[in-house]
């Protein structure tokens, strides 16, 4: 099935059609600016009087503005400004109080108020890309510039905020027209060439909203895709806009509109997406659920637990080339490189043996990270055999709730006074003191005292 057609499923027509018509009639009173909550659309008040006393025109734009149209929560605030955006951060800032960082490259700073919330100023620009996937050149242009860089008509429209025209809609490409058809359309035909991100892009407000391509738009994808272009993005760039599918709603549909555009090539040309990745990616909502109930104070990635499952059917050398390839942070890759067979022996095990004390299911998992966890359940759950399940279930749980934090009552000292001199046997004997904690042989002090006196007296 084509992105197209698979983007259909999330709202019927008749449904958008009553969205749009409450929002038309919400923009025909100039309030679009009204689903905000109150502080932020008061701060925004003030900016736009700000920037009027600096004789600078001053804009809300991109994604918030086409959530506001959707009447979808959206807490990231983008402000462009025409002329230099970096001096007026400099002055929100002051008069905030605000923490600033600045990136100079693309004109932009990011502010944080002293309440947490976040705040992009930028300068209106228009962008050039010396070679395709790299990073644009920018120069300073007017907003109707500035949103023809942009990557969608949905994401190219701007809400004026300086006090004469407060709230009032700039729409020059059909936004609101792609909206109401639930489209996503290109602004021009270079799009995905000058930056193939937007191929990811376009799949992730697809899946999101329930929006089909356009049918050019659609062309201008499937060629890109069928070009090597994705291979000149960065890895972080890559990892960035794979992530960012992995947390949409619905992974899995994400993941096969990745497979059917033949995307994850440019992870690897051999990795696999078959029957058993798709299915622990299906089951893989109940695992999170449980880790969730289990640990509600850890949150594990779950962007990253997804991409593990897509990983899921591939042998070390393709994952440790997925892991080169994307860049990925220390903690990620010690994550991902759990993704394959590592997890599926461990769950195997874990499932099948009825007869396994606590300290060997704790030194089988001690060096998993949480989303290896979570896998190794999914992959449990997508074998559907009820009572291994039962038994994988309740030996994680086990092991996450209260062995993982298992702790002796004695150390080194105890044992250098018992007289054995310190070597790597000190290592064994705690190894076999903390086991026997875990299957409960020893509970005191005194008890672990005891043991360890009887295992240092054998050693002397
Ligand atoms: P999300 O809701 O997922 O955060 P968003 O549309 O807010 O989506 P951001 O990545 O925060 O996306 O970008 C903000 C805006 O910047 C976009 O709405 C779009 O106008 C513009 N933009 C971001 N990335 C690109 C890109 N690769 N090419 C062109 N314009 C982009």
Known sequence: MSCESEGRRGFSQAERLLQWQA?????????????LPTGRRTLLRELGTLADEQGLSIYLVGGVVRDLLLRRENWDLD????????????????????????FDRFATARLVLPDGLKLDIASTRRESYARPAALPDVAPA???EDLYRRDFTINAMAIQLNPAGFGQLFDPYGGQRDLKAGTI???HDGSFVDDPTRIFRAIRFAERFGFHLEPATGRLLRQA??????????GPRLCNELLLLMNERDPGRTAGSLARLNLLRFLHPRLRYGESARRLVTVLPQALAWWKKQ???????RSLAYFMAVLSENGPVVIRSVIQRLQLSKAQSRAVEWAGQRTSRMARELSRLVDLRPARVYRLLMAMPDEALVLALGKGLATKKDEAVRRLRRRLSRFVKCDRYAALLVGGDDLKQLGLTPGPQYKKILNRLLDARINGEVKTEAQERDMARRMAMLSI
Request: glycine residues 8%.
């Open 142 to 144: 007017c907003l109707k």
């Open 295 to 301: 640990c509600p104070d850890a949150p594990v990635d």
């Open 225 to 234: 895709a069928a070009t090597n272009l994705v291979t000149n993005l960065s």
């Open 79 to 102: 402000v462009t400004v025409e002329g230099d955006g970096i001096a007026f951060a400099r002055l929100v800032a002051d008069r905030y109080g605000a923490g600033v960082a600045f």
């Open 185 to 187: 359309r290109v602004l």
């Open 23 to 35: 929002m038309a009639a919400d923009m025909t009173r100039k309030n679009i600016l009204r689903g």
